[in-house]
């Protein structure tokens, strides 16, 4: 009788530790690909080195010729030009940002990694990595780090080639398009002078018109397919012309704040500010613009912005 419950106790211990093992490797799993950081890349902040600070740049004002304030800010070579729409009322209310810029020199406009690194799960605030590259102006990016696919090319270099959706390339010459990753080499796209690309989506506009129908847009995003539908902070951007750009920051989730905008909604906000092209960056709690030092809106009606993978940024 001992035998036979000394071998039940046996069998129940190593049970027990068959199951502590297969959840520690589960936890670890999961950790690895969600949690824990994987460096691919180090990417140097040589365009940035030379850059005077923020505060240099203030003082040097009157000799660049520079006139700012709260919402705005003119040099030579750019124009920065923001402000804050409010519309609706109550639960239907819906507070967004528009940043209207013009660029003499498309080289200001520029990208940059977390931790000046490219991989998996390395993320900082976008008001963070602003800073760190002395950015007047910014917005967070496609939250490239989250997936394993999608064409990223970031200051004129490739970071990872696998096609699969439709994206955004920012190009040389200032002007911006819409293609799909599988038809359109990356090759191709470094050929043509692209500068960035953004795997996120969807198209908002192309050619001028609002695309067809969002009903059926999904977001691979932790466990299988979500429905970005329904009324959420987005981030995007536009163009009027070569150089000329329209960044629209939307928030939400907060009663009486903002409920934040629709795909349809926000893809007719850009079609209203004249924009040929348009499309749509990681939303959500990312939602964010920075612009001279503070964050602009209320990220997902808070004030506390989520950690990114990206930032789209202007420094001069």
Not at 92 to 120: C, H, M, P, W
Not at 172 to 178: E, L, P, V
Request: proline letters at 2%; aromatic letters at 8%; one cysteine or more.
């Amino acid at each position: 009788m001992d035998i036979i419950k000394l071998t039940k106790r046996k069998k129940l211990g190593l049970l027990i530790t068959a199951l502590i093992l297969l959840v520690s490797c589960i936890l670890y799993s999961l950790a690895d690909r969600y949690l824990i950081e994987h460096v691919e890349v180090r990417v140097a902040n040589e365009v940035d080195q030379n850059k005077p600070t923020a505060d240099a740049a203030v003082e040097e004002d009157t000799e660049q010729q520079v006139q700012q304030d709260d919402w705005s800010y003119k040099s030579a070579s750019t124009s920065i030009q923001i402000e804050k729409v409010e519309t609706g009322s109550g639960s239907d209310k819906i507070t967004y940002f528009v940043a209207d810029v013009q660029l003499t020199e498309t080289s200001v406009l520029q990208a940059a990694f977390a931790k000046n690194s490219f991989g998996r799960n390395i993320i900082e605030k976008t008001s963070t990595i602003a800073a760190e590259h002395n950015a007047i102006f910014a917005i967070n990016g496609d939250y490239y780090g989250f997936r394993d696919d999608g064409v990223i090319i970031r200051n004129g270099t490739l970071y990872r080639d696998e096609p699969v959706r439709d994206a955004l390339a920012l190009l040389s010459d200032g002007s911006i398009k819409s293609y799909n990753e599988e038809q359109l080499s990356s090759s191709a796209l470094l050929a043509e002078g692209v500068l960035h690309t953004y795997s996120f989506g969807p198209i908002l506009v192309k050619d001028g018109a609002v695309a067809d129908d969002f009903s059926k847009v999904a977001i691979d995003k932790n466990f299988g397919n979500r429905s970005i539908q329904g009324s959420n902070p987005r981030t995007g951007v536009g163009m009027i012309s070569p150089n000329h750009y329209v960044f629209v920051v939307v928030d939400g989730r907060k009663d009486n704040y903002s409920k934040g905008m629709t795909l349809a909604e926000f893809a007719n906000v850009f079609a209203e500010l004249g924009a040929a092209e348009a499309y749509n960056l990681d939303g959500g709690g990312s939602s964010t613009m920075y612009f001279m030092g503070r964050v602009v809106n209320s990220p997902a009606g808070k004030e506390q912005e989520r950690g990114v993978s990206d930032i789209l940024y202007i420094s001069e």
